[in-house]
T-cell receptor
Framework: SAVISQKPSRDICQRGTSLTIQCQVD?????MFWYRQQPGQSLTLIAT?????????ESGFVIDKFPISRPNLTFSTLTVSNMSPEDSSIYLC???????????FGPGTRLLVL | GENVEQHPSTLSVQEGDSAVIKCTYS??????FPWYKQELGKGPQLIID?????GEKKDQRIAVTLNKTAKHFSLHITETQPEDSAVYFC??????????FGSGTRLQVQP
């Protein structure tokens, strides 16, 4: 499986600011995803990061709040915009390779908004 | 959309005992069912998965069973060890490669 890294691993931010989270994979992958895990909760898919085109967002998530880029097959960013305390969560990226459905996750970015 | 329900939310067992976690799903088009283990401060780690054309899969102390007719699948851990203590998530995929997760089970193995 590809090794996935995320930066930053954690951050504390002030409300109203924005944070960009980076996800780097060590080999070319087919699909990349961004998930949110609110404190003590399960994982919820935010969007599928499409290489070279706009991300596909799930219901309840919008591009203005969570802009996503994927400039190549190994890198993606998620920005959490105009943050509020409700955005305090773990943000996780994941990937699949080739035709496999098997999805691997990065270590996550732990965000606390004050 | 797909809905995945997971039970129990917490499970405490004695070391050496077996643990069983159950999930049900709603979308009959779901065809891939992974299980993840998440330890504190880490991302989810895939521990086993099963596809819809298989009824059971085993990997050492871990096994997963799938009943497509009833739309439920289960994780079985035998001979539990303290290092099995973690939160376990089931998930399903309808083919979009985007997973829908269950609510999680916190497993505690008492030494």
């Amino acid at each position: 499986s590809a090794v996935i890294s995320q930066k930053p691993s954690r951050d504390i931010c002030q409300r109203g600011t924005s944070l960009t989270i980076q996800c780097q994979v060590d080999s070319q992958v087919t699909m990349m995803f961004w998930y949110r895990q609110q404190p003590g909760q399960s994982l919820t898919l935010i969007a599928t990061a499409n290489q070279g085109s706009e991300a596909t967002y799930e219901s309840g998530f919008v591009i203005d709040k969570f802009p996503i880029s994927r400039p190549n097959l190994t890198f993606s960013t998620l920005t959490v915009s105009n943050m509020s305390p409700e955005d305090s969560s773990i943000y996780l990226c994941s990937d699949t390779q080739g035709a496999s459905e098997t999805q691997y996750f990065g270590p996550g970015t732990r965000l606390l908004v004050l | 959309g797909e809905n995945v329900e997971q039970h129990p939310s917490t499970l405490s067992v004695q070391e050496g005992d077996s643990a069983v976690i159950k999930c049900t799903y709603s979308d009959s088009a779901s065809n891939y069912f992974p299980w993840y283990k998440q330890e504190l401060g880490k991302g989810p780690q895939l521990i086993i998965d099963i596809r819809s054309n298989v009824g059971e899969k085993k990997d050492q102390r871990i096994a997963v069973t799938l009943n497509k007719t009833a739309k439920h699948f289960s994780l079985h851990i035998t001979e539990t060890q303290p290092e099995d203590s973690a939160v376990y998530f089931c998930a399903s995929d309808t083919g979009r490669r985007a997973l829908t997760f269950g609510s999680g089970t916190r497993l505690q193995v008492q030494p």
